[in-house]
């Protein structure tokens, strides 16, 4: 359970963190793409997390399980959207 809840900690912060980054070098569009997509993947790797927290009974409770993972799995398609737009070459508007 520590090991796994310490897990879903850092890959939860490595998308915050891989999305500041690459904002940080979206003047270079790959290097921005390539954070973006880092983030997704931790992304991934936190929900891959939830589910082994769940699966062994380290978080009990079904319905926040279901909750978190429905969250993970919208910021995953919104992630998703953005590298889309950011390959197109779309600006937001302010």
């Known amino acids: 359970m520590y ?4 897990q879903i900690r850092r890959s939860s912060k490595s998308v915050r963190s891989n999305i500041v980054e690459g904002y940080g070098r979206r003047e270079y569009k790959q290097d921005f793409v390539l954070r ?23 978080l009990a409770d079904e319905q926040l399980c279901a909750k978190l993972h429905e969250m993970l799995t919208h910021l995953g398609k919104k992630l998703n959207l953005f590298i889309q737009a950011v ?8």
Do not use: M
Not at 3 to 6: K, L
Not at 39 to 54: C, G, M, Q, W, Y
Not at 87 to 94: C, D, I, L
């Open 3 to 6: 090991e796994e809840g310490s």
């Open 36 to 58: 973006l997509t880092y983030a997704l993947a931790s992304n991934d790797e936190t929900i891959d997390h939830l589910e082994t927290l769940f699966e062994t009974g380290s």
């Open 87 to 94: 390959r197109e070459g779309h600006r937001s508007s302010r």
